[in-house]
């Protein structure tokens, strides 16, 4: 769908709190901007955000169209253990894109 | 004597211009209708449905933004809450609100005591000056919330944005 960015440290110790970032390319395009004829361009933004860590779900997020485009997430995160970090965005249009990142932790 | 013929033709066409000129703004800057936006009581039952209705209790949120704003079409906002984030004690959810967007809703944000922090960085749309909010639900059902004033010079609403 697009090109997402995310950071992730890829070794932590145990019990450490993690900052990740990530940020994925998308207009999210809100519904109320007209285009060059006038007519209002469809809505079409990010609207559900999941991070799972080792498959349970550690941190979501509900979007609306105040969101930027490209949307920008930063949150934290404590390593418990070694394993992947799996990210998922889905548009209105049902796409879902999913990025993993590994982490070791030590 | 030229001079002073000169500046009062300049004067003459000047407020046309000005007129010209903002209502050129106007229309670039306002193409959502002032009756699209929403309003400090929008916002407030945005609010009311994301609480249930329960009291909010002001204070232990921090909502930080850059108090001047060149523009607002991507402003970094942070939100952090005062939580221990532990199993018994942590913040479930983070919502933020703001009163002079087409819509009062800007974003709920789901924590876990996996966590480790109650902290939530992103960066949103302000289509004017205005006031943005942040209501966090506590694990325990209670709500606090803490909320900002910011001023925005060139609102998210231009066209072509």
Redesign the interface.
């Known amino acids: 769908m697009a090109r997402a960015l995310i950071n992730v440290p890829a070794k932590a110790k145990k019990g450490e709190i993690i900052e990740i970032k990530t940020m994925l390319s998308h207009p999210m395009e809100t519904g109320f901007r007209p285009a060059a004829d006038g007519k209002l361009v469809p809505r079409n933004i990010i609207k559900r955000f999941v991070c799972t860590y080792d498959g349970e779900a550690v941190f979501s997020a509900d979007l609306f169209p105040a969101i930027s485009a490209n949307p920008f997430l930063s949150f934290t995160l404590v390593a418990t253990n070694s394993g992947v970090i799996t990210f998922s965005w889905t548009d209105d249009n049902g796409q879902t894109q999913v990025q993993t990142a590994k982490i070791e932790v030590a | 004597m030229k001079t002073q013929i000169l500046s009062t033709q300049i004067s003459k066409t000047d407020p046309s211009r000005r007129t010209f000129l903002a209502g050129a703004a106007g229309a670039a800057v306002c193409?959502?209708a002032p009756s699209?936006r929403a309003t400090p009581e929008e916002m407030a039952q945005a609010i009311k449905d994301f609480t249930g209705g329960k009291p909010v209790r002001e204070g232990g949120v921090e909502v930080d933004i850059p108090v001047l704003l060149e523009s607002g079409?991507?402003?970094p906002t942070i939100v952090r809450v005062d939580s221990p984030m532990n199993a018994q004690n942590y913040v479930r959810a983070i919502a933020v609100f703001?009163e002079r967007?087409?819509?009062p809703?800007?974003?709920?944000?789901?924590?876990?005591p996996?966590?480790?922090?109650a902290?939530?960085?992103?960066?949103?749309?302000?289509g004017d000056s205005q006031k943005v909010v942040a209501v966090a639900q506590m694990s325990d059902g209670s709500f606090r919330s803490g909320s900002i004033d910011v001023i925005v010079t060139l609102p998210?609403?231009v066209?072509g944005?």
């Open positions: 193409v959502i699209a079409h991507s402003v703001n967007n087409p819509q809703n800007v974003g709920v944000f789901h924590l876990t996996r966590s480790g922090r902290f939530v960085s992103t960066r949103i749309r302000l998210a609403c066209e944005a």
